[in-house]
Nanobody, 123 residues
Framework: QVQLVESGGGLAQAGGSLRLSCAAS????????MGWFRQAPGKEREFVAV????????YYTDSVKGRFTISRDNAKNTVYLQMNSLKPEDTAIYYC????????????????WGQGTQVTVSS
């Protein structure tokens, strides 16, 4: 099994940037599709970005396209989410997740989850 630990969250002003990291242990992430999801207060957890095992393909929810970038460093066993031009509506707990199956944008595909990191964007 793989264990995932997110870091890098915090408070940012609108228009600012944050970089989230997801450090994996237990197994190499090269065998997993990886994703970032988020959950705002009172809302369901939603897909943000996913990246396939090779890193060659990435997918983003429409609201973050052009602002967020997902990447992975299999050698460091880490996945990143660079978040630029942050908006107050990006405020949420951000979760890293791993799938042993097909890399999709669907939450139930993902077998392993981190504990989450809070991102708060002030206006």
């Amino acid at each position: 099994q793989v264990q995932l630990v997110e870091s890098g969250g915090g408070l940012a002003q609108a228009g600012g940037s944050l970089r989230l990291s997801c450090a994996a242990s237990g197994r190499t992430i090269s065998t997993y599709g990886m994703g970032w999801f988020r959950q705002a207060p009172g809302k369901e957890r939603e897909f943000v970005a996913v990246i396939k095992r090779s890193g060659a393909s990435t997918y983003y929810t429409d609201s973050v396209k052009g602002r967020f970038t997902i990447s992975r460093d299999n050698a460091k066993n880490t996945v990143y989410l660079q978040m630029n031009s942050l908006k107050p509506e990006d405020t949420a707990i951000y979760y890293c997740a791993a799938t042993t199956g097909v890399t999709t944008t669907t939450l139930r595909t993902y077998n392993y989850w981190g504990q989450g990191t809070q991102v708060t964007v002030s206006s």
